[in-house]
């Protein structure tokens, strides 16, 4: 099994691939990252790896629906529709029009896709294009008032829900056609904390094994976000009354649009990791003995109670991986001792360019004590001891922006002391003017 990990600007895009004979692989795609590291790192190879070698990706998994995952997958969806209309035309003798070749490389095919969509969830069937509407409006409207810091949540969730609806649309039976989440009847993916075996399901001849979001965590949620909204019920009225939202065509109440927003809203009290993280998709990847542990942007604790669930930890409550994807691109809110000494790996991965300081000085820290610290910060795991790799996503020599560029120099800097100290300790940078990086496991 290999894990491709695409230079993904400040996001997510990673791609597992396992043989199957004759030179062909199942192929799961997760995330896309941002559109522009998209179309030039993860479509080429998309192109030429698998839609050239005749092979689909199996499954499409969206983890949730903020920006830094999503854009990419919404880029593929357009990237799609293009050639599917440039093909039709191109094949059918009789067409007349004049439809141009699509810049970017043709994609493979999609088989299926797990998404949590905004409209599977709330039921919004045909009011679907007029909360879109409203929803553009809101992100363009509240994009000078970010540093107020409701106009700023607002804001990113109207994105969000946005971008999960286009989403939606694109991969509906009028369009696309992508089957989504098949294995669930339509419904949203998530951990069966009853029945385990309903939380394993084979992609080709890679067995997923879903460890969350879980039902109970996402009725918790819904009641957070009502306390949130009663919170600030007076300043919501104000905000949605000077944006104008009833300027739309058949406008929603501000209570509807002030609930779409608000379910998405951030919590203050889980470290302050918002709810479209805490309910990622995640999932234990096992194929021929190989493990790739896939986290999105979730929580240690919801990590290790889905691994609990589902039976995946040892006597001690650990569990050995060959690669784990560090969550939330290395945030120090998501990830805490007590997680990196239950579970370890042979390879870390770090999504992240130094937006928001991602990848966090912290977790490398903690990450690393849990295999070459004091005793009482290393891992009871019996593999504490072999060789371990840190692997980014970026590089300090990248065009990146002053900030993101000292940032990641200081994570440099900090991996190659670390190297010093310990033999068995690895790092690895995305290669300057390269768009992916492959682990075998």
């Not at 679907?128 to 949540?153: C, G, W, Y």
């Not at 998709?281 to 290790?304: P, Y």
């Not at 004590?369 to 290393?378: T, W």
Request: proline share 4%; glycine share 6%; with cysteine.
């Amino acid at each position: 099994m290999q894990l491709i990990i695409f230079r993904s600007s400040k996001g997510d895009s990673l791609l597992i691939s396992n043989p199957i004979g004759d030179g062909k692989n199942t192929n799961i795609l997760v995330d896309g990252g941002m559109k522009s590291s998209f179309n030039a790192s993860v479509a080429p190879y998309l192109n030429k790896e698998i839609q050239q070698k005749g092979e689909v990706v199996d499954l499409l998994c969206v983890s949730h629906i903020d920006d830094d995952h999503i854009v990419g997958i919404i880029a593929l969806m357009e990237l799609l529709t293009e050639w599917r209309v440039y093909n039709h035309h191109k094949s059918n003798p009789n067409s007349t029009a004049n439809v141009k070749k699509p810049k970017i490389v043709e994609p493979p095919t999609i088989n299926s896709i797990w998404h949590n969509s905004f409209a599977e969830a709330y039921d919004l069937g045909e009011s679907l294009p007029q909360i879109a509407n409203a929803l553009q409006n809101v992100e363009q409207m509240t994009s000078e008032h970010l540093k107020n810091d409701l106009f700023h949540r607002v804001s990113h969730k109207a994105t969000s829900i946005k971008k999960g609806i286009i989403l939606s649309q694109r991969i509906d039976p009028d369009q696309l056609n992508i089957p989504l989440n098949p294995e669930y009847n339509g419904r949203v993916v998530k951990c069966n904390q009853r029945t385990v075996s309903k939380n394993e399901h084979a992609v080709g001849n890679i067995n997923l094994s879903v460890i969350g979001p879980f039902q109970a965590d996402l009725t918790d949620l819904k009641e957070k976000w009502e306390k949130w909204e009663k919170a600030h019920a007076e300043e919501l009225k104000e905000f949605f009354a000077d944006l104008s939202v009833s300027a739309i065509n058949q406008p929603l109440s501000l209570e509807q649009l002030s609930q779409l927003l608000i379910n998405s809203g951030t919590l203050g009290d889980r470290d302050e990791v918002s709810i479209p993280n805490l309910a990622s998709i995640m999932f234990l990847a096992e194929a021929d003995g190989s493990t790739i542990l896939m986290t999105g942007d979730g929580h240690s604790d919801d990590i290790l109670k889905g691994l609990a669930k589902n039976e995946k930890l040892n006597a001690n409550g650990g569990l050995h991986v060959n690669v784990l994807k560090v969550q939330h691109h290395g945030a120090e809110a998501n990830i805490d001792l007590a997680f990196c000494k239950k579970i370890t790996a042979d390879h870390y991965v770090f999504c992240g360019n130094g937006t928001h300081h991602n990848p966090e000085e912290a977790v490398l820290e903690v990450i690393y004590k849990s295999r070459a610290g004091e005793a009482n910060e290393k891992s009871p795991n019996p593999e504490v001891e072999q060789p371990f790799t840190f692997w980014f996503n970026a590089n300090p020599k990248d065009s990146l922006t002053e900030n993101q560029e000292k940032h990641l120099k200081k994570i440099e800097k900090l991996v190659k002391e670390f190297k010093e100290d310990h033999a068995n300790f690895h790092f690895k940078f995305m290669p300057k003017n390269e768009h992916f990086m492959v682990i075998g496991v």
